[in-house]
């Protein structure tokens, strides 16, 4: 069965996720991780994206993001990984691609599903969000929750919505992520970004589908039922 293309849908929000070969890490050192983010925040700002979040684990990259088109993120991710790649591989004295193939990604219902999908960059969906838990060194975690401003993040406007003041949008986060997310969500979004299944509602999923000819569902499983013939009297 052919590939679906990736799906990419302009001025709205995009889960991503980017992968090293075999899984291999793609950061050896925070001197890797500020060098990427660095080359991150230029090319999305080459290309116009703004970027609500982004977290570098040892062996992925984590985005949220939104395109100004549909070609944006593509173009971005594919100016980022080849400047990384080539850096890495001098630095670390290798060969050979750094990355997992192509990045995966979906879009993601802003309302509904934008800070579930920002707890999933930034947190791994945890509850441990102190400097010495499971939350990577260079994210913008700390953007988020009030510790240090970040000018390469762009926050949302369901962000924005949690509090009128920043002191309230970051208790409100804080509150959010300590809580922790259900682990039925955090697969749901795992799976949903290596598949590339929009995450929404019924109504969301209508609407995409009237600005894009992909499938955005998986085909049900086994063979189409056949009608049943009436035989007459």
Do not use: C
Not at 1 to 9: D, G, I, K, Q, T
Not at 73 to 89: D, E, K
Not at 161 to 179: I, K
Request: charged share 25%.
């Amino acid at each position: 069965m052919a590939r679906l293309p990736r799906l990419s849908v302009a001025n709205l929000p995009h889960l991503m996720v980017q992968r090293g070969h075999n899984r291999q890490a793609v950061f050896l050192d925070d001197e890797d991780r500020l060098l990427f983010r660095t080359l991150l925040g230029e090319a999305a700002r080459s290309e116009g994206v703004s970027l609500h979040a982004y977290a570098l684990y040892d062996e992925e990259v984590r985005l949220l993001a939104t395109p100004p088109k549909a070609e944006s993120l593509g173009r971005m991710m594919q100016v980022l990984g080849r400047r990384y790649g080539a850096a890495f591989n001098r630095r670390h004295g290798r060969t050979g691609g750094l990355w997992e193939g192509r990045f995966r990604a979906t879009v993601v219902e802003p309302s509904a599903r934008l800070l579930d999908a920002m707890s999933f960059v930034e947190n791994d969906g945890g509850s441990h969000i102190g400097e010495a838990g499971g939350a990577p060194t260079v994210s913008s975690l700390g953007h988020h929750l009030g510790r240090r401003h970040d000018p390469m993040v762009a926050d949302h406007p369901v962000y924005w919505a949690l509090g009128n003041t920043p002191f309230d949008r970051e208790a409100a986060y804080r509150s959010r992520l300590q809580a922790g997310m259900a682990e039925r969500t955090r697969s749901e979004l795992s799976n949903a970004v290596l598949k590339g299944w929009p995450v929404g509602s019924e109504g969301f999923l209508a609407s995409l589908a009237q600005l894009t000819d992909r499938r955005l569902a998986p085909l049900k499983r086994g063979r189409p039922r056949k009608a049943e013939m009436t035989v007459p009297n």
